[in-house]
């Protein structure tokens, strides 16, 4: 039996003679059905008076069996292609919507590639205080220039306790004639703290994990804190390069004994000058293994391809040699703690992998406490 299809609602008399229609069809038989034909205009043939002038007449074989006066009928053989204006407003609405979620997805495709370097590197600006006006009496605010011409401020802590990196009175004499010689040069820790922060706020906790008889030296990060320039990726880098200088040339600390840390964006920079200096030791908190990670990890809706940053820990890492100390919250959402795990077992050198249980991303000093302040103790002081 063929289909009859309305397009716009037909009033019920219409309705009824499209169903007579189609039983008419199909009593004529399967040939003579297929040779119904629908007349559309004002000179409908055989129609008589009860034609109206925009009805349709339906005829089989020459003779018109009755006038429907539904505004649009169609008689169709199996499954209709027509397109009914409802379905055609409707498809155009779907369609518009589409067009506009993909022009849409288009736009954040592009910010996202054009501004990526402002979405990962928020850089904060903050003065830099001077230590010793904070009671920090081994302390002072230092600059550095890096390579590119960057400002890089900061602070660096003088080793304390134990004798080294002190002067220590001679005894020979009295006070006034007493002699002062330096101790030996000490070890270093070179901080790399995580996105979001600045040496005016991380200061007080490098301050309290400052390894006893170790210098400490932080910078900010370009256009991070109090330094000018630019966060980018290869300034970071150079960033690293010239506090790395820095801390080396001073002759109280040993240039042999330098150790990095890293936290989080820190793990990138910690595990690059690891990678291309002889250091003593890396300790890296919460390190994610690429940026290319990250972004699938959080954003899967964007393609990868329009990624610029590397910071591949995970290959870098495979080119350090030295011992590392890998700290890493169980409860850590933003940064997973099978990234951290990934990382350790890519390195090239002994490692070992400490879980602050129920510590997140940034409640690792918190929860962690003195017991991850003493691991990194144990770390400096026994190499």
């Given at each position: 039996m063929r289909r009859l299809t309305s397009y716009l609602a037909p009033s019920a008399w219409a309705r009824r003679s499209a169903v007579g229609a189609a039983r008419a069809a199909g009593a004529a038989g399967t040939a003579a059905a297929r040779s119904l034909v629908i007349t559309v205009g004002e000179a409908v043939p055989h129609a008589g008076q009860n034609a109206a002038p925009s009805g349709i007449a339906v005829r089989h074989e020459e003779q018109v069996d009755w006038v429907v006066t539904?505004?649009?009928?169609?008689?169709?053989?199996?499954?209709?292609?027509?397109?009914?204006?409802?379905?055609?407003?409707?498809?155009?609405?779907?369609?518009?919507?589409?067009?506009?979620?993909?022009?849409?997805?288009?736009?954040?495709?592009?910010?996202?590639?054009?501004?990526?370097e402002h979405l990962a590197f928020p850089a904060p600006r903050a003065v830099v205080p001077d230590p010793q006006r904070?009671?920090?009496?081994?302390?002072?605010?230092?600059?550095?220039?890096?390579?590119?011409?960057?400002?890089?401020?900061?602070?660096?802590?003088?080793?304390?306790?134990?004798g080294e990196g002190r002067w220590k009175a001679v005894k020979g004499g009295d006070a006034s004639t007493a002699l002062h010689r330096p101790s030996p040069p000490s070890p270093a820790l070179l901080w790399f703290y995580g996105n979001g922060e600045t040496v005016a706020a991380i200061g007080p906790i490098v301050r309290v994990f400052q390894p006893p008889g170790t210098a400490v030296l932080v910078v900010d990060y370009p256009g991070y804190g109090g330094s000018s320039g630019r966060a980018t990726e290869p300034a970071l880098y150079a960033a690293a390069e010239a506090a790395y200088a820095a801390l080396a040339a001073r002759p109280e600390v040993d240039p042999h004994r330098i150790y990095v840390y890293g936290r989080s964006l820190g793990s990138a920079v910690a595990t690059w000058t690891a990678a291309h200096h002889d250091v003593a030791g890396l300790i890296l908190e919460s390190p994610f293994t690429s940026a290319a990670a990250m972004a699938h990890y959080h954003y899967r809706l964007f393609p990868r391809l329009i990624l610029r940053l590397s910071l591949d820990n995970l290959s870098t890492i495979m080119r350090v040699r030295c011992p590392i100390l890998v700290f890493h919250g169980d409860a850590d959402r933003l940064v997973p703690t099978s990234m951290g795990q990934a990382v350790a077992a890519a390195a090239g050198g002994p490692v070992e992998v400490v879980l602050i249980h129920g510590a997140g991303h940034n409640e690792t000093y918190?929860?962690?406490?003195?017991?991850?302040?003493?691991?990194v103790w144990e770390f400096v002081a026994r190499r």
């Amino acid at each position: 039996m063929r289909r009859l299809t309305s397009y716009l609602a037909p009033s019920a008399w219409a309705r009824r003679s499209a169903v007579g229609a189609a039983r008419a069809a199909g009593a004529a038989g399967t040939a003579a059905a297929r040779s119904l034909v629908i007349t559309v205009g004002e000179a409908v043939p055989h129609a008589g008076q009860n034609a109206a002038p925009s009805g349709i007449a339906v005829r089989h074989e020459e003779q018109v069996d009755w006038v429907v006066t539904a505004r649009k009928i169609r008689i169709c053989d199996g499954w209709c292609n027509a397109v009914t204006p409802t379905h055609y407003f409707s498809r155009m609405l779907v369609l518009r919507i589409v067009m506009g979620l993909g022009l849409a997805y288009a736009v954040l495709v592009l910010l996202a590639w054009r501004f990526q370097e402002h979405l990962a590197f928020p850089a904060p600006r903050a003065v830099v205080p001077d230590p010793q006006r904070l009671g920090v009496t081994n302390g002072e605010r230092v600059e550095i220039l890096s390579g590119d011409g960057t400002r890089l401020v900061g602070w660096y802590l003088r080793a304390v306790e134990g004798g080294e990196g002190r002067w220590k009175a001679v005894k020979g004499g009295d006070a006034s004639t007493a002699l002062h010689r330096p101790s030996p040069p000490s070890p270093a820790l070179l901080w790399f703290y995580g996105n979001g922060e600045t040496v005016a706020a991380i200061g007080p906790i490098v301050r309290v994990f400052q390894p006893p008889g170790t210098a400490v030296l932080v910078v900010d990060y370009p256009g991070y804190g109090g330094s000018s320039g630019r966060a980018t990726e290869p300034a970071l880098y150079a960033a690293a390069e010239a506090a790395y200088a820095a801390l080396a040339a001073r002759p109280e600390v040993d240039p042999h004994r330098i150790y990095v840390y890293g936290r989080s964006l820190g793990s990138a920079v910690a595990t690059w000058t690891a990678a291309h200096h002889d250091v003593a030791g890396l300790i890296l908190e919460s390190p994610f293994t690429s940026a290319a990670a990250m972004a699938h990890y959080h954003y899967r809706l964007f393609p990868r391809l329009i990624l610029r940053l590397s910071l591949d820990n995970l290959s870098t890492i495979m080119r350090v040699r030295c011992p590392i100390l890998v700290f890493h919250g169980d409860a850590d959402r933003l940064v997973p703690t099978s990234m951290g795990q990934a990382v350790a077992a890519a390195a090239g050198g002994p490692v070992e992998v400490v879980l602050i249980h129920g510590a997140g991303h940034n409640e690792t000093y918190d929860i962690g406490g003195r017991a991850y302040r003493d691991k990194v103790w144990e770390f400096v002081a026994r190499r």
